[in-house]
T-cell receptor, first 116, second 116 residues
Framework: AQKITQTQPGMFVQEKEAVTLDCTYD???????LFWYKQPSSGEMIFLIY??????QNATEGRYSLNFQKARKSANLVISASQLGDSAMYFC?????????????FGKGTKLTVNP | DAGVIQSPRHEVTEMGQEVTLRCKPISGHDYLFWYRQTMMRGLELLIYFNNNVPIDDSGMPEDRFSAKMPNASFSTLKIQPSEPRDSAVYFCASSARGGHHNQPQHFGDGTRLSIL
């Protein structure tokens, strides 16, 4: 079974609007971390935001916020006030604490296009 | 602050040749990761090191691949002999140790490898 599922291969949004990118995960480990990365067309991987499984509040980082619904095992990324520069691939990733591993497992990604 | 530095950025070589990819992690980070990204398989972890010691190499595809970390500021990923199916973008990433596994991995710009 896939550990990280991103069901939206592509998403479109108008500039200045908000957009939600979906991510669901599968783990039996009570302690885990969830990460979102952005990959522009230039290819680099940019860390955006982190949510820990024990965090009581949803993570926020500037225009990025994470809608964390633990019971549903979802960690959706919300981008507010979209900008043209937000056009990129977005990857959700999970790190499980079990065994002390530092491995990150990535989803397949969602390609976001921001239209002017 | 300097990020993760990878070289070369691009490599084109013929099948059967030895390929060496290089990585300098962020100073002070004690974890180093090698990933491979392809359209078919997405982003895959190949191997990671902690304090220069390989911890998990279960993602290394076969014996043609090897990775070393002779010191805290340098790592190599070698492919010998190379094959066309090794064509991919190879990323190096590093991270610090977080008490609650919350430290993100910071990625280099990647090496785009093409095996003819």
């Amino acid at each position: 079974a896939q550990k990280i599922t991103q069901t939206q291969p592509g998403m479109f949004v108008q500039e200045k609007e908000a957009v939600t990118l979906d991510c669901t995960y599968d783990t039996s480990d009570p302690s885990y971390g969830l990460f979102w990365y952005k990959q522009p067309s230039s290819g680099e991987m940019i860390f955006l935001i982190y949510q820990g499984s024990y965090d009581q509040q949803n993570a926020t980082e500037g225009r990025y916020s994470l809608n964390f619904q633990k019971a549903r095992k979802s960690a959706n990324l919300v981008i507010s006030a979209s900008q043209l520069g937000d056009s990129a691939m977005y990857f959700c990733a999970m790190r499980e604490a079990q065994g002390g591993s530092e491995k990150l497992v990535f989803g397949k990604g969602t390609k976001l296009t921001v239209n002017p | 602050d300097a990020g993760v530095i990878q070289s070369p950025r691009h490599e084109v070589t013929e099948m059967g040749q030895e390929v060496t990819l290089r990585c300098k992690p962020i100073s002070g980070h004690d974890y180093l990761f090698w990933y491979r990204q392809t359209m078919m398989r997405g982003l895959e972890l190949l191997i990671y090191f902690n304090n220069n010691v390989p911890i998990d190499d279960s993602g290394m595809p076969e014996d043609r691949f090897s990775a070393k970390m002779p010191n805290a500021s340098f790592s190599t990923l070698k492919i010998q002999p190379s094959e066309p199916r090794d064509s991919a973008v190879y990323f190096c990433a590093s991270s610090a140790r977080g008490g609650h596994h919350n430290q993100p991995q910071h990625f280099g710009d990647g090496t785009r490898l093409s095996i003819l």
